[in-house]
């Protein structure tokens, strides 16, 4: 893929995202990493109405290589990347669902195979002001090993190895939160038998 593919890339899946309502407004950020370049979306800007040529590129360390100021939650797109090679992409949202269970915490116990199998274990992020090293650096260690991550009191997180993988795993994240929220509504959440979690999620005996 070249440049001009992944800032395109990312203009196409910022406005996938707003048209499933998985974000709205100046909400979210976006980036992808090939090798030690980075693409991140600008700080304050509606993200479904970004242009191709409004992506920041940066190196590794954050270091601005073309015009445009990145995200201010950059940072925590930058730890990630530096913990974890395999990841390609990172998309941070505030889709509905994952976010009302960021600001109301329910367990989130396993209910559904298909996500167990897709998404395994969510992983909870401790609140830390958004933009800061602190937030960056929780986000990093809780991501080490999972998919989909919950920052409380913020939004969503998830990391793939494409733009389109994120995208997927932050769809499905916040559709297994719906069910959640819903399965609470209606009083009564049957869980999966833990030796089919350790099944799907193909975890040694
Ligand atoms: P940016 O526009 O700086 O990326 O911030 C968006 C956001 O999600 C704030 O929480």
New binding site residues.
């Given amino acids: 893929m070249d440049e001009n593919q992944i800032r395109r890339e990312i203009v196409e899946i910022a406005r996938s995202l707003y048209e499933r309502r998985l974000n709205c407004g100046?909400?979210?950020?976006l980036s992808v990493r090939v090798g030690d370049l980075i693409w991140v979306?600008p700080?304050?800007?509606p993200k479904h109405r970004l242009l191709p040529e409004q992506i920041v590129k940066v190196d590794l360390e954050g270091h601005p290589l073309s015009p445009g100021r990145p995200?201010?939650?950059a940072k925590m797109h930058y730890a990630v990347y530096r913990a974890k090679p395999s990841v390609g992409a990172i998309v941070?949202a505030?889709p509905p669902f994952a976010t009302l269970v960021a600001t109301s915490p329910i367990e989130l116990p396993p209910i559904l195979p298909e996500m167990e199998i897709v998404l395994g274990a969510v992983t909870w992020i401790p609140y830390a002001r958004?933009g800061t090293q602190k937030l960056a650096d929780a986000v990093a260690c809780a991501l080490a090993h999972a998919k989909f991550g919950i920052l409380l009191n913020?939004?969503a997180l998830s990391v793939g190895r494409t733009l389109s993988e994120a995208f997927d795993f932050l769809e499905t994240g916040e559709s297994l939160c719906q069910t959640h929220v819903y399965a609470r509504l209606l009083g009564l959440t049957n869980t999966l038998p833990r030796e089919d979690v350790r099944f799907f999620r193909q975890v040694p005996d």
Avoid at 26 to 29: F, K, L, V
């Fill in positions: 100046y909400a979210g950020n979306t700080a304050a800007v995200s201010s939650e941070h505030h958004p913020h939004g």
